[in-house]
């Protein structure tokens, strides 16, 4: 693998990372959502990821050589799922979408699970942009020989 | 190892540096799977391999050439590859076995020797042209 599609790899970890970040503040942005387009209460979304095995092209001499090295591999969305968690029954009278006994049905979301994955979406987020850079900084410090 | 002013000395850079890149590319696979179920880290290993080729074999057991013709012991530095290992240890309930803070530990590690190499290979060049142009003139 050279460094170009290291650099590659890295920025399918940040487009990775930045899916999961958005779900994460679409879930605390609808926690108190009660009225959904498909009706009941707002449900918590997450991403799943998977792994896509970088082929691209091959040339006949580097794989006769075995020269290129292990393969690239992309992180890709595979799915984003939704909660299946029972909504939260929250006594609420005075609510519009109150029932008969005075319970609302709000989004079963738990704040502390999201605001870690959001913590975690970040530092991984942070990482991939390392690995970026360091891509970045040898195929630099590679066009220096000879330059002097 | 041959001695003239082009000596072999590229060749061990070159397959370092080159070793180096896979080993990043590596890193960045494993950076970038960090979320996927079931996914193992992987590691790339040819510091014994180098060495061998670069050193010519074992370190208690060096042979010598006597004649040009003999054949390396050491084995032959382009034959040498980088062995992909898998991870299987340490990993987290949904099997991913990605540790973000070693991955990035071991990134400035390979930043740091290529940088290294990347270096010498450059001063050794510069040594040639200084050579070439009889001292700069």
């Known amino acids: ?148 | 190892m041959g001695s003239g002013l082009f000596s072999d000395k590229f060749a061990v850079f070159e397959k370092s540096m080159g070793l180096h890149q896979q080993r990043l590319g590596v890193i960045a696979n494993n950076v970038a799977n960090a979320d996927t179920p079931g996914y193992q880290a992987k590691r790339l290993e040819f510091e014994d391999s180098l060495r061998q080729a670069v050193s010519g074999g074992d370190e208690n057991l060096t042979m010598t050439r006597t004649h040009p013709n003999h054949m390396g012991v050491g084995g032959d530095l382009s034959a040498v590859r980088g062995e992909v290992r898998e991870v299987a240890q340490g990993g987290r309930v949904d099997g991913n076995t990605v540790n973000t803070q070693q991955e990035l530990e071991r990134l400035g590690e390979t930043r740091l020797i290529y940088r290294v190499v990347s270096e010498l290979a450059a001063r050794k060049a510069s040594g040639i042209k200084y050579a070439i142009t009889s001292g700069g003139r």
């Open chain 1, 1 to 148: 693998m050279d460094l170009f599609t290291a650099m590659k790899v890295g920025g399918s970890g940040l487009q990775a990372q930045r899916v999961r970040l958005n779900l994460t503040t679409q879930n605390l942005a609808n926690i108190n959502t009660t009225q959904t387009p498909e009706g009941g209460p707002y449900r918590a979304k997450r991403v799943v990821l998977g792994t896509e095995q970088g082929g691209g092209a091959r040339s006949f001499e580097a794989a006769l050589s075995g020269a290129r090295g292990p393969d690239a591999e992309y992180a890709r969305v595979r799915e984003i799922t939704e909660s299946d968690a029972e909504p939260k029954q929250v006594y609420d009278p005075g609510h519009p979408d109150a029932n008969e006994e005075g319970y609302v049905a709000m989004p079963n979301i738990n704040r502390v699970t999201q605001m870690t994955d959001l913590m975690e979406a970040t530092r991984n987020y942070k990482a991939n942009t390392m690995t970026i850079s360091a891509a970045r900084e040898m195929a630099l410090h590679a066009l220096r020989i000879g330059s002097k």
